[in-house]
Nanobody
Framework: QVQLVESGGGLVQPGGSLRLSCAAS????????MGWYRQAPGKQRELVPI?????????NYADSVKGRFTISRDSAKNTIDLQMNSLRPEDTAVYYC??????????WGPGTQVTVSS
């Protein structure tokens, strides 16, 4: 069974950077559009990806992260990465990867916690 596993989260000060990574078995990441989703404290998980990348490599970003976050696919490592720069307190959330533009409920992983605080 395919499992998506996120890593790279942590505590960072405002203005700092983090790089998240999502790994999966098989060719799931290479063969599908993928995205990063997040769930802020006390809120429901956003069901529209904040960043996504198509199978062909085209990327798309939510306005809230445009210009600060960069999604990429590493085909050699079979991962989807999210470089997050200029982090803000409102970026605090659990970050998940899944298919994009349409997620699959059976593939939600454990997520990785990102906390932006001074």
């Amino acid at each position: 069974q395919v499992q998506l596993v996120e890593s790279g989260g942590g505590l960072v000060q405002p203005g700092g950077s983090l790089r998240l990574s999502c790994a999966a078995s098989g060719n799931v990441i290479r063969q599908n559009g993928m995205g990063w989703y997040r769930q802020a404290p006390g809120k429901q998980r956003e069901l529209v990806p904040i960043a996504s990348i198509t199978r062909g490599g085209s990327t798309n970003y939510a306005d809230s992260v445009k210009g600060r976050f960069t999604i990429s696919r590493d085909s050699a490592k079979n991962t989807i990465d999210l470089q997050m720069n200029s982090l803000r307190p409102e970026d605090t959330a659990v970050y998940y990867c899944n298919f994009a533009p349409y997620y699959s409920n059976i593939y939600w992983g454990p997520g990785t916690q990102v906390t932006v605080s001074s």
